[in-house]
C-alpha cells in the first residue's frame, strides 16, 4: 500500500504516500484514520472473497492440493443438516 499514517503535533494525523512521497491527507482524527483502513479493509475482502467464487464458479481449483469436495465434507455434516 504504501501509507504510513504519521502523528501530528497537533493530535491528529496525517497519511504520507511513499508511492507518490508525498502527504495524501492531513489533519484527520484518530477516529477517521481507523474508519477509513476499516472501509479499505472491507473493499480489499469482498473483493479477494469475489475472485475466490469466481474461481470456484469457474470449475477451477483455488485451494490447489487442498481442496476438498463436497463428498469429502459431507461426512463430517450432521445429518440433520442434509
Not at 476499516?38 to 470449475?59: R, S, V
Not at 485451494?63 to 461426512?75: I, S
Amino acid at each position: 500500500m504504501g501509507h504510513q499514517i504519521i502523528k501530528q503535533p497537533n493530535g491528529n494525523y496525517s497519511i504520507y504516500s511513499s508511492v507518490t512521497e508525498s502527504i495524501i491527507g492531513y489533519e484527520i482524527p484518530r477516529e477517521e484514520i481507523i474508519e477509513y483502513y476499516k472501509k479499505e479493509a472491507c473493499k480489499k475482502a469482498e473483493k479477494n472473497t469475489k475472485e475466490l467464487l469466481d474461481k470456484i464458479d469457474a470449475g477451477d481449483n483455488p485451494y490447489y492440493q487442498f481442496a476438498e469436495t463436497w463428498e469429502d465434507v459431507k461426512k463430517t455434516i450432521p445429518k440433520e443438516w442434509l
